[in-house]
C-alpha cells in the first residue's frame, strides 16, 4: 500500500469518494499570507488561487468561491440573494459551519451543507488551486469538480 504524503482532510476524503483527481501541495502557512503567498509559493497566477468564504445572511451562511485577485461586493450579493444584507461568517460561526479552521477552509466535506456561489471566470479556467481543508494545504483541481457542490453561478467580483 502506497503511503500518503499529504494530509487526509475530510475536503481529501469527501474527493477520493467521488474519485476526483487533485495535485495535492503544502507549503509554510502565514498568517494572513493570503492568496498571494500562495501564488507565490506555487508559482502560478493568483487569479487561478480561489479563496473558499463563508457569508451569512439573515442568519443562514453560505459559501462564496473567488478569485484570489478579487473580492466580494457584498452589496452585490446581498442584491443577487434578494436580502438587505450579507456579510462575512464570524471565525467562531465559520468553523462551526464547515469544520475547517480559517485559512484552511475548503468547500468540499464541509460539517453543514450549504448553497455555493462561484465566481463567473472561475468556470472558464484551466485549472484552479482551491484549499485542502488544512493551511498550507491547496489542491490542483479541474473547476469542473466544482459541479459537485450545490452552486449557482454568479458575477460579485469587485478588484483588491
Do not use: C, W
Not at 45 to 73: Q, Y
Not at 117 to 138: D, S, V, W
Not at 145 to 158: H, N, Q
Amino acid at each position: 500500500m502506497q503511503k500518503k504524503d499529504f494530509p487526509m482532510t475530510t475536503a481529501i476524503r469527501f474527493l477520493k469518494s467521488k474519485k476526483i483527481d487533485f495535485v495535492p501541495y503544502e507549503y509554510e502557512y502565514l498568517e494572513k499570507g493570503g492568496t498571494k503567498q500562495t501564488a507565490d509559493e506555487l508559482q502560478v497566477d493568483e487569479h487561478s488561487v480561489v479563496k473558499t468564504l463563508v457569508f451569512e445572511s439573515e442568519n443562514s451562511p453560505f459559501i462564496v468561491l473567488m478569485h484570489g485577485d478579487r473580492e466580494v461586493s457584498t452589496k452585490e450579493m446581498a442584491r443577487h440573494l434578494g436580502v438587505k444584507k450579507v456579510e462575512p461568517a464570524k471565525i467562531e460561526d465559520a468553523f462551526k459551519y464547515t469544520g475547517y479552521m480559517f485559512g484552511g477552509t475548503s468547500p468540499f466535506g464541509t460539517k453543514r451543507a450549504m448553497k455555493v456561489y462561484i465566481e463567473e471566470g472561475i468556470m472558464a479556467l484551466e485549472k484552479i488551486y482551491i484549499n485542502g481543508g488544512k493551511r498550507g494545504f491547496i489542491i490542483e483541481i479541474k473547476p469542473d469538480s466544482l459541479k459537485l457542490l450545490d452552486y449557482e453561478i454568479v458575477s460579485v467580483a469587485i478588484p483588491k
